[in-house]
C-alpha cells in the first residue's frame, strides 16, 4: 500500500491492512515500552549518518517527547501515504530547512574572505549572522550541511573544494530569484526537471514500513521458454547426448553379466561407464585443445563455453557412479560372505583374493581407496573452499588425479583402453606447457598496488607469445610458492608487445602473500631463493595508462616468474558480434581491460586512413556497438581502471565525435538513489555540476556515475531499442549476479556468456 502512494488512492482494505502491517512492524521495533526512541529508529532506517536520523526522528516526533508512539508514527505516515506530491515535497524542504541549527556561513568548510563562498556569483557577499533554524527558506550553509551527510551516507569521498563546488551548483539553479535562499516553490521548481523523483523521494526514508509484496503469479518454467533453448540449445544436446551414451554403455554391461546376478550386473554397468567418464574428464581439461578448437566451425556446434562446468558435472557423476559400484559389490560380498559362513565381510574388502579382481585380485582395496581420494577432490572443490580463501587447498587435493588414474590402471583392467588417447593428450598438454613455461625465464617488471589489495603486475612478454583479448594463463612466481600455479585472465591488450598485465585480488593464501611481499618488499623472505628482488624505486604516476592515486603505490623490480598459456575464454567471440554488452563487476572488470584497450588501439588504427578504417570495421571487426556496464559497491574500486577508461573516453572523443560506438555505464551499490530523501539532493548537485563541467565529481570521466544497482530491465530495453544487429552479453563477475543476468538476457533474446575457468 505504501508502494503506491502518489499512484492514486487506495480502497478502505489496503488502508486497513497497511495499517496492521504498520502497527506489527512498529510492535517488532519499539518493544515493550511502545515507544521509539532515537537509536531504535536509526537502526529501523538503517541510517549512517546521524544528521538524517535526527532530522526525521524530529518530522516524526510531533510533541517533541523525544520518542515516537504508534499515533505519532500513523499521524506522518498518512501523509507520505495519502498527502498530495506537494505534501511530500514540503516533507522533503523541511529535512533540508535545518530545525535546531543555528549555522555561521563563514565558516563552512573553512571558506576565507574574498574565495567564491565569500562572494558568489552575483557579486553578494557572503552574511556573517546567525540564521534561524527552520526559517522557511534554505540558504548556501544549510545546503552545504546536508550535502556533506549526504556523501557520507553514500559513502562518498570528495574533497572540501568539491562539496564547494556541489552546494555552489545545485543553490545556483535553485535559487532562481537571486534571493540568496531557496524557497518551497524554487525546490519544486528545481525537481520538476528531473522526472520520477518528487514521487517517490519521501517513500524510500520509511521503506521498511512497507508491507511484503503479493506473491508473483506462477509463470511458464524458464525451460519451456524460446529464449531458453535459443541460449542452452548446443549445451542441452550435448547433455542429452552424453546421458544416452551413459544409460547405452551400463545397459550393454548390465545385460552382459546378467547371469552372475543383480547386484553384479548393476556393479558391472556402473563400472563401465565409470570407465568412460573417468577418461572423459580428461578431455574436458585439455585446455590447449579446447582452445585451439574455439577457432573452428566445431565451437558453433560443441558447449566449449561450459568445459568447466562439464568438467564439474562430470566429477558429481562419477562420484555418484563409484558409490553405486561400491555398494552393489559390497552388497554382492556381504551375500558371498553369508554363503561361505567362515569369512567375514571385512576379509572380503581388506585383503586381496584370486577372484578378487583388478591387478592381483586387489579389486576391492583400490576401489576402497579410490573412492575415498574421489570423495576429498569433491569436497575440497566446492565453492566454499575455492572461493573462500582457500583456492591452495582445492589445487593441491586436485592433483590427486594422478593417483585416481594409477588406481584405476590397477582397478579395472580395462581401463586403459578407454584412457590412452585422452591420458596421452593430457600428459602431452603437460609436457608442452611445463617446457614451454620453463624454456623461457621471465620477469616482473612493474608492480602497482591498487585499493582493495588489489596487486597489478606488469610482466615481461615473451617474442612468441600470441594471445587473444579476454585470454587467461596461470602464473608462477618461485619467491612465492615454487610450485604453486593460478589462473589470472590478460588484463593488457594484444596489441601492448613488449609487457603482459595481470590484476590479483588477494583473496586467498597464495594471492595474499604476493599482495604482502610487495607491500613489504624489505620483510623477511617468505620462501625460495629472494635475493634477486632488487627494489629500484617508487613513483606516483604511472605511465601507459596506469596511474596511482590514493592507497597506490608503484614499484619497478626484476624477479623471476614463469607463465603457461594463453587459454581461450567465451569472450574471444566478442569481436564477432554486432551489438557486445560487456558486464564486469568489482575485479570482473580484468577481461574486458584487455578488450577495451584492443578496441581503443583499432580503433586509432582506424583513424589513420578511411579506406583501411572501413576494411576493418568489415573484416577484422564485426563490432557496431559496445556497451561497458562495470558495477562497484564503492568509490574507491574505481581507481583500479580509471585511467584507462579515461583514456578511452578521450580516444573516442577524437576518433568519433560524437559517436557512441563505446558507451560507458558505470554503477556504484554503495550510493543511494535520488529518490532517497538522504540522497535526493547529492545526486542532483551531481547531475548538474557534471552537465557544466562535462566531468564525473567521482570518478573524473566523462560518464556520470549512476548510484545504486542497474535496472537491467530499463537497461536490456534502451539496448534492444537501438537495433545495433544481434546482441550478444558477456558476464565476468559473481555466481548470484550471473544468475540475474542471465534471466534478463533470456527474456530479451539475448545470448549469454559467463566468464570462468
Known sequence: ALGGA????????????????????????????????????????????????????ALFDSDGSGTISLEELLSALSL?????????????????????????????????????????????????????????????????????????????????????????????????DGSGSITFEELRAELEAFPGVMENLTISAVSWLKPPPPPERSRRPRCLTAAYWHNHGSQLAFLGGYASLNLLLFALAALRHAGLGGWVAVARGCGQCLNFNCAFIAVLMLRRCLTWLRATPVAQ??????????????????????????????????????????????????????????????????????????????????????????????????????????????????????????????????????????????????????PSKVTH????????????????????????????????????????????????????????????????????????????ARWWRRAQVGEDGVSTGPGESRRLCSIKCYIDGPYGTPTRRIFTSEHAVLIGAGIGITPFASILQSIMYRLRKQSHDYKQRETLRDEDMALRKVDFIWIN???????????????????????????????????????????????????????????????????????????GRPDWSKVFRKVAEERKGKVQVFFCGSPALAKVVKAHCERFGFRFFKENF
Not at 592433483?399 to 602431452?428: D, T
Not at 615473451?462 to 590478460?490: C, K, Q
Not at 601492448?496 to 607491500?519: K, M, N, P
Not at 580516444?651 to 554503477?667: C, N, T
Request: with cysteine; glycine share 8%.
Open 6 to 57: 502518489g499512484k492514486g488512492p487506495i480502497d478502505a482494505g489496503e488502508d486497513a491492512a497497511w495499517l496492521r502491517w504498520v502497527a506489527k512492524q512498529f510492535e517488532s521495533i519499539a518493544g515493550t515500552d511502545r515507544q521509539i526512541d532515537l537509536e531504535e529508529f536509526k537502526a529501523a532506517l538503517k541510517v549512517k549518518e546521524s544528521f538524517f536520523a535526527e532530522r526525521l526522528f
Open 80 to 176: 507520505l501515504v495519502h498527502g498530495s506530491e506537494t505534501d511530500k515535497l514540503r516533507f522533503l524542504f523541511r529535512v533540508y530547512d535545518v530545525d535546531g541549527k543555528m549555522i555561521k556561513k563563514k565558516t563552512i568548510s573553512g571558506a576565507k574572505p574574498g574565495c567564491r563562498w565569500a562572494m558568489w556569483r552575483r557579486g553578494r557577499p557572503l552574511s556573517t549572522r546567525r540564521v534561524p533554524a527552520g526559517s522557511g527558506a534554505i540558504d548556501l550553509a544549510e545546503l552545504h550541511l546536508v550535502l556533506q551527510a549526504c556523501l557520507r551516507e553514500s559513502a562518498v569521498s570528495l574533497p572540501p573544494p568539491r562539496l564547494d563546488d556541489l552546494a555552489l551548483a545545485l543553490f545556483e539553479a535553485a535559487d532562481k
Open 301 to 450: 556446434v560443441l558447449p566449449l563455453d561450459q568445459s568447466v562446468g562439464l568438467h564439474q558435472l562430470v566429477g558429481y557423476v562419477v562420484l555418484a557412479l563409484a558409490a553405486l559400484h561400491t555398494g552393489a559389490h559390497v552388497a554382492n560380498l556381504s551375500r558371498l560372505a553369508q554363503q561361505d559362513g567362515h569369512r567375514a565381510l571385512a576379509e572380503f574388502l581388506l585383503r586381496p583374493r584370486p577372484d578378487g579382481g583388478g591387478l592381483g585380485g586387489t579389486a576391492s582395496q583400490t576401489g576402497l581407496a579410490l573412492q575415498g581420494l574421489l570423495a576429498a577432490m569433491l569436497a575440497f572443490s566446492s565453492p566454499c573452499v575455492r572461493r573462500g580463501g582457500h583456492f591452495e587447498v582445492f589445487y593441491w587435493s586436485h592433483l590427486s588425479y594422478v593417483s585416481v588414474w594409477a588406481l584405476l590402471v590397477l582397478h579395472a583392467p580395462n581401463f586403459w583402453k578407454w584412457f590412452v588417447v585422452p591420458g596421452g593428450l593430457f600428459v602431452l598438454e603437460k609436457a608442452v606447457g611445463l617446457a614451454t613455461s620453463r624454456a623461457v625465464g621471465l620477469r616482473i617488471m612493474e608492480v602497482n598496488l591498487l
Open 633 to 707: 559497491r564503492d568509490q574507491k574500486h574505481f581507481e583500479w581502471f580509471v585511467s584507462l577508461l579515461a583514456k578511452l573516453e578521450l580516444e573516442q572523443a577524437e576518433q568519433e565525435p560524437g559517436g557512441r560506438f563505446l558507451e560507458l555505464h558505470l554503477y556504484m551499490t554503495a550510493a543511494l538513489g535520488k529518490s532517497d530523501v538522504r540522497a535526493v539532493g547529492l545526486q542532483l548537485a551531481l547531475d548538474l555540476l557534471a552537465a557544466k563541467e562535462h566531468k564525473d565529481s567521482i570518478t573524473g570521466l566523462r560518464t556520470r556515475t549512476q548510484p
Open 457 to 532: 603486475l606488469v610482466v615481461q612478454r615473451p617474442r612468441s607469445f600470441r594471445f587473444r583479448p579476454g585470454d587467461y594463463v596461470y602464473l608462477n612466481v618461485p619467491a612465492i610458492a615454487a610450485y604453486e600455479w593460478h589462473p589470472f585472465t590478460i588484463s593488457s591488450a594484444p596489441e601492448q608487445r613488449d609487457t603482459i598485465w595481470l590484476h590479483v585480488r588477494a583473496r586467498g593464501q597464495w594471492t595474499s602473500r604476493l599482495h604482502e611481499y610487495f607491500r613489504h618488499p624489505e620483510a623477511p623472505r617468505l620462501s625460495g631463493n629472494l635475493g634477486e
